[in-house]
Structure formats: structure tokens, C-alpha cells
């Protein structure tokens, strides 16, 4: 039997980062739980849907674009041609890198998963009403921004 979880030390319970860290596990979990419903994995989706916006690209420029590094991204994208999702051709100005390329049924791919992400951004949200939503996801990408011009800005040389 499995007991509710006992509430964390009121010296934290209340910290953005605590509350932001639990947040991201649950999200995490409806996310992985939606596309697994479907046989795929958070990859996948940033892959096909970085090559349905983009177009065909090698290897190196997908990973770029999706975040996705290199270590991983052999073998999703193998996992996905496996599932004929995306097709591997030779790059006719450099034969020794492949070009990935989006299929049809990579797109129908996509559009499932899309849907999975929404329902599951349905349920993380659910409290929340629209203007509420709107505001959280204005204040995210208000944080987001902020920490990745920080991190920018740490790799540019001083005066």
C-alpha cells in the first residue's frame, strides 16, 4: 500500500526552487507517461519536430537545433528510421555524413504526439484558468530568458 506523501519542512515547502522542482518532476512524468502511450520518448518528439519545422539537416545541425546531443542523437535517430519516421541519405555535397529527413509517417508521428503534449499540458494546467496560465508561462520564459542571457553572457570575453 502506498502512503501519501508527507509534507517537505516548512523551512523549504515555500521556495520558488522547491516548488519549481516539483513542478518539472510531475510535468516530466505526465509528458514521458503521454508519449509512451504512444511507443515514443521526449526525443522523438524534438526531433521530428525540429525537422518539421526546418526541413532535412545532417546529423550535427539536428542536434544544434533540438538540443539533443550528439551522444543521443544516433540513436534516436535510428530509433526513429527503425520506425520508418524519418529517412537517412547520404548528403550529396559530403557522402561521409547522412541527411535526416521527415517522412509522411513521421509527420502523422508528430501530430500524435502533439496531441499527447497538449493533453498533458491540459493536466499539469488544469488548476490554473486561462489568464493564469498565460501569466505562468509569461513568467517561465520571463526566468528562461534571464538565466540563459546569463549563461551567454558568461561565455562572451569581458571589455
Same mark, same amino acid.
Given at each position: 500500500?502506498?502512503?501519501?506523501?508527507?509534507?517537505?519542512?516548512? #523551512?523549504?515547502?515555500?521556495?520558488?526552487?522547491?516548488?519549481?522542482?516539483?513542478?518539472?518532476?510531475?510535468?516530466?512524468?505526465?509528458?514521458?507517461?503521454?508519449?509512451? *502511450?504512444?511507443?515514443? /520518448?521526449?526525443?522523438?518528439?524534438? !526531433? &521530428?519536430? +525540429?525537422?518539421?519545422?526546418?526541413?532535412? *539537416?545532417?546529423? *550535427?545541425?539536428?542536434? $544544434? #537545433?533540438?538540443?539533443?546531443?550528439?551522444?543521443?542523437?544516433?540513436?534516436?535517430?535510428?530509433? &526513429?528510421?527503425?520506425?520508418?519516421?524519418?529517412? #537517412? +541519405?547520404? @548528403?550529396?555535397? @559530403?557522402? $561521409? $555524413?547522412?541527411?535526416? +529527413? %521527415?517522412?509522411?509517417?513521421?509527420?502523422?508521428?508528430?501530430?500524435?504526439?502533439?496531441?499527447? %503534449?497538449?493533453?498533458?499540458?491540459?493536466? !499539469?494546467?488544469?488548476? %490554473?484558468?486561462?489568464?493564469? /496560465?498565460?501569466?505562468?508561462?509569461? !513568467?517561465?520564459? +520571463?526566468?528562461? @530568458?534571464?538565466?540563459?542571457?546569463?549563461?551567454?553572457?558568461? @561565455?562572451?570575453? !569581458?571589455?
Amino acid at each position: 500500500m502506498q502512503h501519501p506523501p508527507e509534507p517537505p519542512p516548512a #523551512r523549504w515547502q515555500n521556495l520558488p526552487t522547491w516548488l519549481l522542482t516539483q513542478t518539472a518532476n510531475h510535468a516530466h512524468r505526465l509528458v514521458s507517461d503521454g508519449f509512451a *502511450a504512444v511507443d515514443a /520518448r521526449g526525443y522523438h518528439y524534438r !526531433l &521530428l519536430a +525540429t525537422l518539421d519545422e526546418f526541413g532535412p *539537416a545532417s546529423q *550535427a545541425t539536428l542536434g $544544434r #537545433r533540438s538540443g539533443i546531443h550528439v551522444s543521443d542523437m544516433v540513436a534516436t535517430v535510428n530509433e &526513429l528510421a527503425d520506425h520508418h519516421l524519418v529517412e #537517412r +541519405t547520404p @548528403d550529396p555535397t @559530403d557522402r $561521409r $555524413r547522412n541527411i535526416i +529527413t %521527415l517522412t509522411t509517417a513521421g509527420k502523422r508521428q508528430l501530430r500524435r504526439l502533439e496531441n499527447r %503534449l497538449a493533453h498533458s499540458q491540459e493536466e !499539469l494546467l488544469e488548476p %490554473l484558468s486561462p489568464a493564469q /496560465r498565460q501569466q505562468l508561462t509569461e !513568467l517561465l520564459a +520571463t526566468l528562461l @530568458d534571464h538565466h540563459d542571457q546569463r549563461i551567454g553572457n558568461q @561565455d562572451q570575453p !569581458l571589455g
